[in-house]
C-alpha cells in the first residue's frame, strides 16, 4: 500500500495564479483532513471531510476551496494565490472518528 | 481554547543519554492525546494515542506518559536515527473529534 501520496511535492506561484493540490489515499479510510505547517506553528487544519461528497471547515478555510468527489481522494484548491499562502500542506486521512491521522510527504508551496 | 506546550524547543543528546520531552496541553475534556515524529522534509508519522491519565505505551527505545495537565516522551538510550521533530497533538471532547491541536514540537538531535 502507498498509503497517503500528495501531488506535486513542490510548486512555485505568482501571486494570483490558481492551483490543485491532489490527495490520494489507498486505505479505504472515510476521513481526510488538509493542514498547513508554518515556522514556529503548529499544524493548523485547514479543510476536512467526512465521507465521499462532504467537505467542512477547519481552522483557517480562508482563501481554500475543497472537493472530495471520490473517496480516495481529497483536492485543496487556491483560485488566487497570495505571498501568505506559502507553506508546507500536508494531507491526512483516518480510519474512523477521533482515530489517528496518517500523513502525506507534504507538498511545499511558495507563492512570489 | 486548547493549547498545547513542548518544551524543549531543541534537545541534542549523545547516544545512549536517555532524556525526556514534554507536551503540556490545556483541554475541554481530553479525548485523546498523539504523538507523532516527523523527519525533515516528511510528513509526521504516528507513534501513539494515549486516552486517560496514567496511561503508558511504549515502542522500541520510546515510551509516552499521560497525567491530567501533560504528557512525556522518554527515549531511552538513544541512537542517531532518533534524531527527528516529535510533535504532541490533542483531541478535545468539545472541539470536535476532527480538530486535532497541535504544539511547535520538539527538534531531537542525537550525536554518535
Known amino acids: 500500500n502507498a498509503g497517503v501520496t500528495q501531488t506535486p511535492k513542490f510548486r512555485v506561484l505568482k501571486t494570483g495564479q490558481s492551483m490543485t493540490l491532489l490527495c490520494a489515499q489507498d486505505?479505504?479510510?472515510?476521513?481526510m483532513y488538509w493542514y498547513r505547517q508554518d515556522p514556529g506553528m503548529g499544524l493548523r487544519l485547514i479543510h476536512y471531510?467526512?465521507?465521499?461528497?462532504?467537505?467542512a471547515k477547519g481552522e483557517v478555510p480562508d482563501g481554500y476551496n475543497v472537493s472530495r468527489l471520490k473517496k480516495q481522494n481529497f483536492l485543496l484548491g487556491l483560485e488566487s494565490a497570495a505571498p501568505s499562502q506559502t507553506s508546507v500542506y500536508f494531507c491526512?486521512?483516518?480510519?474512523?472518528?477521533?482515530?489517528?491521522?496518517?500523513f502525506g510527504p507534504g507538498t511545499r508551496l511558495t507563492v512570489l | 481554547e486548547d493549547q498545547v506546550t513542548q518544551s524543549p524547543e531543541a534537545l541534542r543528546l549523545q547516544e545512549g543519554e536517555s532524556s525526556s520531552l514534554n507536551c503540556s496541553y490545556t483541554?475541554?475534556?481530553?479525548?485523546?492525546l498523539f504523538w507523532y515524529r516527523q523527519d525533515p522534509g516528511k510528513g509526521p508519522e504516528f507513534l501513539f494515542t494515549?486516552?486517560?491519565a496514567g496511561e503508558e505505551k511504549e515502542k522500541e527505545r520510546l515510551k509516552a506518559t499521560l497525567t491530567k495537565k501533560e504528557s512525556f516522551l522518554h527515549i531511552t538510550a538513544p541512537k542517531p536515527e532518533d534524531s527527528a521533530t516529535y510533535l504532541c497533538?490533542?483531541?478535545?471532547?468539545?472541539?470536535?473529534?476532527?480538530?486535532?491541536?497541535f504544539g511547535t514540537g520538539t527538534r531531537l538531535l542525537v550525536s554518535p
Open positions: 486505505m479505504n479510510h472515510e476521513y
Open positions: 471531510s467526512v465521507g465521499e461528497g462532504t467537505t
Open positions: 483541554v475541554s475534556g481530553l479525548r485523546g
Open positions: 497533538a490533542v483531541q478535545g471532547r468539545y472541539t470536535g473529534f476532527q480538530k486535532l491541536v
Open positions: 491526512a486521512s483516518s480510519y474512523r472518528q477521533g482515530g489517528e491521522q496518517f
Open positions: 494515549l486516552y486517560s
